[in-house]
């Protein structure tokens, strides 16, 4: 069965370094989702691609968090600087276009020290 | 505004049946959807009704839906241990973009 892949499962880092989360979708879907959650709440919309193009990155804190999908295809998530507040799981999302049904991936729990 | 909520935790006897409930805000929702995620996992997809439904079933699973008191909630009959997990309900804006609850834990107990 397909399913969206992440990479690293966990990451541990000091306040100011740089890291990088990567997503890879399942085939054939156009629209990627980064979200955000914090321990306690639930999924917050960072970032939406639909193919290469972003659709919406009204909750990307812009200043230190950048996100690519360069080929449509893969993506991924850049924080730098990273802060304390940053430590959270980032999950990734795929779906066939906009509206359909979002895959979820198993996320990326980042641990800022 | 956008404003999902949900009470954080709910405990049930494994047989009986778990009712989560969800508040939301935002009435021109098209559709609203229950997640389940378990421990380390991300979130799955498990059932979604229109925002022209009041009820729709889906095997053990019910979910009622009260528009005019922007009121969902989802019924699991026979609950088993291996229905806890973390609920989150979502609504969706403009059909694509989801807003999350802030999750109910549900833990059965033997």
């Known amino acids: 069965e397909a399913e969206v892949a992440q990479s690293p499962r966990y990451k541990i880092t000091e306040k100011s370094q740089a890291v990088a989360f990567w997503c890879d979708p399942i085939s054939g879907h156009a629209t990627l989702y980064w979200y955000r959650q914090i321990l306690g709440q639930g999924p917050e919309l960072l970032v939406q691609f639909q193919d290469e193009s972003v659709v919406d990155d009204s909750q990307l804190p812009k200043d230190r968090f950048s996100a690519e999908r360069l080929k449509g295809v893969d993506s991924t998530l850049k924080i730098q600087p990273a802060e304390l507040g940053d430590s959270a799981m980032y999950l990734c999302a795929s779906s066939l276009g906009p509206g359909d049904e979002q895959f979820f991936g198993p996320g990326t729990r980042l641990t800022v020290l | 505004g956008e404003d999902v909520e949900q009470s954080l935790f709910l405990s049930v006897r494994e047989g009986d049946s778990s009712v989560i409930n969800c508040t939301y805000t935002d009435s021109s929702s098209t559709y609203l959807y229950w997640y389940k995620q378990e421990p380390g996992a991300g979130l799955q997809l498990l059932t979604y009704i229109f925002s022209n439904m009041d009820m729709k079933q889906d095997q053990r699973l019910t979910v009622l839906l009260n528009k005019k008191d922007k009121h969902l909630s989802l019924r699991i009959a026979d609950t088993q241990t291996g229905d806890s997990a973390i609920y989150f309900c979502?609504?969706?804006?403009?059909?694509?973009?989801?807003?999350f609850g802030t999750g109910t834990r549900l833990q059965v107990f033997p």
């Open positions: 979502a609504e969706s804006i403009n059909t694509d973009k989801l807003i």
